[in-house]
C-alpha cells in the first residue's frame, strides 16, 4: 500500500514563498505519476500540478504556471511543490496524490489518482 504524507504547510504572508514536500512509502516512487490538488474551504478540490514518473512533462493548472514549480526526487522518494507569490486565494488544504505511472503518464483528474495523503494546511494572511 502506498502511503503519502505532505509536510511544509504554515502561516504566510501575501508574497511569500513556502514549499512543501510529500514523502511517499510502501511503493515504488520512481514508477509513480505524482500530482497535487488542494481545496478551500468551500469549494471543491481543485488541480494544482503533476508531473510524471520520469519527471518530466509538469502539467499545471493554468492560474498557478509560472508561480508555482513542480518537482521529484526520485532517490529520496519525495515530490516538492515550490510556490511563489502566494495570494490569499492561495488558502487551502494541499494535498499529494499518486497514480500507476503504467497508467497515468500525467492527469489534471483526481478520479485518476489511486493513493492521496492527508493534507497541509496553507494559510496566507493578506
Known amino acids: 500500500q502506498v502511503h503519502l504524507v505532505e509536510s511544509g504547510g504554515t502561516l504566510v504572508q501575501a508574497g511569500d514563498s513556502l514549499r512543501l514536500s510529500c514523502t511517499v512509502s510502501?511503493?515504488?516512487?520512481?514508477?509513480?505519476?505524482m500530482g497535487w490538488f488542494r481545496q478551500a474551504p468551500g469549494k471543491d478540490r481543485e488541480f494544482v500540478a503533476c508531473i510524471s514518473w520520469i519527471g518530466d512533462r509538469p502539467l499545471y493548472e493554468h492560474s498557478m504556471k509560472g508561480r508555482f514549480i513542480i518537482s521529484r526526487d526520485n532517490a529520496n522518494n519525495t515530490l516538492y511543490l515550490q510556490m511563489n507569490s502566494l495570494q490569499s486565494e492561495d488558502t487551502a488544504v494541499y494535498y499529494c496524490a499518486a497514480a500507476s505511472g503504467a497508467k497515468v503518464l500525467v492527469s489534471p483528474r483526481a478520479d485518476e489518482y489511486d493513493y492521496w495523503g492527508q493534507g497541509t494546511q496553507v494559510t496566507v494572511s493578506s
Open positions: 510502501g511503493g515504488t516512487f520512481s514508477t509513480l505519476t
